[in-house]
C-alpha cells in the first residue's frame, strides 16, 4: 500500500530556505572599542581672584593590582620622565574596596589620612631644575571631597564614575619655590578639582 506523499507549500519551502540563508549571512558581533574619557576641571580661588580649566585627559589609564587600584588623569603626555601641566592619580587600597568596586569613597586627609578610602594626588611639575615639585595630597593636606565608581565591567575590565575634592589652606600651584628658599611666600590658594571618567581600562 503506498503512503500518502505530503507536499510543503512553496512558500513554505522559500522562507524556510531564506531563512537558512539569513542565519549563515549574519556577521559576528563586534565589541565597540572602549570610551576611555577623562574630563578634568580644576577651579583655583585666590584672594580677590578665581581661575580655572577643563580638559579632558591624555590617554587616561588605570590598574587593578592585587593590593590597590589606581587612575591616573594626566593633561598632556610625559616624555622621558619630564614633568606635565596637570596631573591626578586616585590610589584605592585593596581593603577599601566595595563589593564590585561600585560606590561612593571618601578622600583621605589630614590631620588623619587613614581615616579615608581613596588617596587623591594632584601634581603640577616644574620644567626647569632647581625649584620644588608642587605637589598636593591627602597625605600632606586637608582635602575633602568623594570618588564615586559608577560602573565597573569585570569582563572588559572598564571602570567609569566621577569624583570633586577641594584642597584647603595650600599655596599658589602656578608658582615655584626655589630649592633652598626659607619662607614660603606665594599667595594662599583654595584649589578644587572634579571631573567624570568613562569606560577607563585598568591594564
Known amino acids: 500500500m503506498l503512503k500518502p506523499v505530503r507536499i510543503l507549500p512553496t ?3 522559500l522562507a524556510l530556505t531564506a531563512s537558512c540563508q539569513k542565519d549563515k549571512e549574519m556577521p559576528e558581533p563586534t565589541v565597540a572599542p572602549p570610551v576611555q574619557e577623562a574630563n578634568v576641571s580644576f ?3 585666590y584672594p ?3 581661575k580655572g580649566q577643563t580638559f579632558l585627559a591624555y590617554a587616561p589609564t588605570g590598574k587593578l593590582s592585587s593590593d590597590k587600584l589606581t587612575l591616573v588623569f594626566e593633561k598632556e603626555a ?3 620622565g619630564l614633568g606635565t601641566e596637570e596631573r591626578v592619580d586616585f590610589l584605592l587600597p585593596k581593603s577599601k574596596h566595595k563589593n564590585g568596586l561600585v560606590g561612593m569613597y571618601t578622600l583621605s586627609s589630614q590631620p588623619d589620612p587613614g581615616q579615608g578610602d581613596m588617596l587623591v594626588t594632584y601634581e603640577r611639575p616644574p620644567y626647569a631644575p632647581g625649584v620644588f615639585l ?3 595630597s591627602g597625605n600632606t593636606h586637608v582635602v575633602e571631597g568623594s ?3 559608577t560602573e565597573y565591567n569585570v569582563g572588559r575590565q572598564l571602570i567609569s564614575g566621577s569624583y570633586i ?3 584647603r589652606n595650600t599655596k599658589d600651584p602656578y608658582v615655584y619655590l626655589a630649592t633652598g628658599s626659607g619662607a614660603d611666600v606665594r599667595r594662599d590658594c583654595t584649589i578644587k578639582g572634579y571631573g567624570t571618567f568613562k569606560e577607563i581600562p585598568l591594564l
Open 165 to 167: 575634592f577641594t584642597i
Open 43 to 45: 577651579t583655583y580661588t
Open 134 to 136: 608642587n605637589k598636593y
Open 78 to 80: 610625559r616624555p622621558n
Open 11 to 13: 512558500f513554505f519551502i
Open 48 to 50: 580677590g581672584e578665581n
Open 147 to 149: 570618588f564615586i565608581i
